[in-house]
């Protein structure tokens, strides 16, 4: 996949370095994990989020030679997030969510507003079927 139109510097050997580094974490296996069977017969498969960020930079001083005088640097960082699991068990799937506890009031009441709707309208649609037409 190299460009041969693209030229050659310690910045760009640099990056091509960590994005290789990158792509050797976070692969297939890093989103969709091997599958886990209990001696029950149940199968978990874990399920993650993964993301990542990637930054360099440099330059080139003297210019005598381009090895010469290069200062630069580069870093990655790779998150993975647990999200869910597929539990297989008697030819049935189900997936098992991996919720993190709500931290602030807001957060709690974010989680209990589809709840809150779900009672408003049942208490609404038992009012319209008591109503008589």
Request: net charge negative; with cysteine.
């Amino acid at each position: 996949m190299d460009n041969p139109m693209e030229k050659k510097t310690p910045l760009s050997d640099m990056m091509r370095t960590t994005m290789d580094k990158i792509h050797e974490m976070v692969d297939a296996n890093t989103i969709i994990g091997q599958p886990i069977t209990t001696p029950d017969g149940v199968t978990l498969i874990p399920i993650s989020k993964v993301s990542f960020g990637f930054g360099s930079g440099g330059g080139d001083y003297g210019k005598t030679s381009v090895k010469e005088g290069f200062g630069g640097g580069s870093a990655a960082g790779v998150k993975i997030d647990p999200v869910a699991f597929l539990v297989i068990k008697d030819g049935s799937t189900r997936v098992l969510p991996v919720a993190v506890p709500p931290t602030s009031t807001m957060e709690r009441i974010v989680e209990k507003v589809p709840d809150i709707l779900d009672k408003m309208e049942k208490r609404f649609d038992k009012k319209e079927d008591k109503e008589p037409c």
